[in-house]
């Protein structure tokens, strides 16, 4: 999956304005990133992003984090939810290549400290990568985005 060298950087700055919102305050951190980009963003909370596509599986837990980011370069979504242990990435994997995305592509596999992998089909690209967190124990961390026309 290649990625043009703009959009990868704008995706890893969404990535982490995203990941941290919670800990700032909701609403004027919503109005800097939405002025900063142009876009609509939803700094979620402790549920999945109302508009997360209904064909990307998550994998059953509870929801720790979800939040979204939709402008004129696409959309962005990132679900965090809370696991059993490392092995929930293989279920993960099992479940996406069911839906219809390609099994992890190459460069996916083991982490320091975890495992993740990069899917997509012809709508999305998302990485899935599932840790250990020092307050949460276990976690997978879903980053969909819209794939470009």
Known sequence: MSIPRTRAVASIAIIIAIAVTPVLAGCSVQSIIENATGGQVDVGGKSVPKDFPADVPLIDGEVIYGGSLDSAE????????????????????????????????????????????????????????????????????????????
Request: charged share 15%; glycine share 14%.
């Open 74 to 149: 696409g959309q962005v979504w990132n679900v965090t939810i809370k696991v059993a242990d490392l092995a929930a990435f293989d279920t993960i994997s099992a479940s996406l290549t069911e839906a219809g995305f390609t099994p992890p592509l190459s460069g996916s596999g083991e982490l320091k400290g975890g495992t993740g992998g990069a899917f997509e089909n012809e709508k999305y690209g998302l990485l899935v990568v599932v840790s250990k967190d020092g307050n949460d124990g276990f976690i997978a961390n879903y980053t969909v985005t819209t794939k470009s026309p």
